[in-house]
């Protein structure tokens, strides 16, 4: 899988080459040649210094391709990106690698010259998809773990996917091995070591493998459900004669259920796992604790859709996975590859009987 000729010397000539000789495996590019390092062999690397959108490229069948390692760096509120999936066409496995300057515009998903629009193109041409993200969140001081759930929301809505909380990466700069399905937050030189001296990387490989997602199809009548509700909200909350001092608690409900809604459309279900939680407790899913008025008891309407839309999400992505696609049966994440235990031959021809 990986090729024989890669000298790990090479690697600290990275960053040294930018729009020299550039050269192109099978693929699509998205930049300017300036912004790739080419010239090494059996590495890419993306720059996000120069003003632009940012480079971005997919590169096809990458497991018969001469590429080994994607890099990038000066991740400082550009989105690094690393996307696997499978040509239903082909039925070989794609690799997309951005570093994507304004990934969070409006238009990301429309200009043809922003790196994101090749990204959800490729999400939704191909199948057994895999998301690895991350930025420098650190810069945000005491802000950094809800501007990376605001980044998270973000990207699952923009690439129409579940782009999972547990592969993020704090980091600014990222080396990935798409032949192993392997994100190291380092420069290539430091990345290649720590891969030759990791001995799980088989099983981490196979644990990620085991998250593919697959095409996720929202019910209707449960997303036309939450519709009206907020509808209803809504036209309460315009009433002349209604209860101002509920106005609060409107609001409250109006914003949850319409993340709840996005989150659904999308299968996100970091964020429908939170309300689910928060919900069941009859907690507040916000750090404000007002936030506790979504739920006026645990029998109530925004408590049934917060419910229901988390759990019709869940047996979904568990079925797209013979090992549940990553969710564990009591609704949680497997956090990482140790925790991850495939299902052996004998259970799985038992649960077809």
Known sequence: MYSKELNPDTLYSCDHYWGNDVSFPKGT????????????????????????????????????????????????????????????????????????????????????????????????????????????????????????????????????????????????EMTFFPKHSLLIPKLPPSAYKDYKEDNNRERKKEFSDSKQLEEYKPDPSIEGEIRLHIAALRKDRASSARLYHQDKKRDLKIQ???????AYHVGNYDVLRQYQRAAEDNKSPYMDPDGKKIWDSTQGKTVELAQKAAQDAFNKIRDMGKDGCGLQENGETIPTYRQYHPKTNAELSSSFL
């Open 256 to 262: 949850a259920l319409t993340e709840i809604l996005e």
């Open 29 to 172: 590019q998205v930049g300017k040649d300036s912004w790739f390092e080419t010239k090494i062999d059996h590495v890419i690397g993306l720059s996000g210094n120069d003003t632009g959108e940012g480079p971005g490229l997919v590169i096809e069948d990458i497991e018969h391709s001469d590429v080994d390692m994607l890099w990038t760096s000066g991740l400082n509120g550009c989105m690094g990106l690393a996307i696997l999936g499978i040509n239903p066409v082909t039925k070989k496995t794609d690799v997309f690698f951005t570093h994507a300057r304004h990934y969070e515009k409006n238009d990301a998903t429309t200009d043809k010259d922003n790196p994101m629009s090749l990204a959800r193109q490729f999400v939704q041409s191909h199948e057994g998809i895999r998301v690895f993200w991350g930025t420098d969140f650190t810069k945000y001081g005491s802000q950094t773990d809800a501007k990376r759930q605001e980044a998270q929301k973000k990207l699952s809505n923009t690439l129409g996917c579940w782009v999972r909380s547990d592969d993020c990466f704090n980091t600014a």
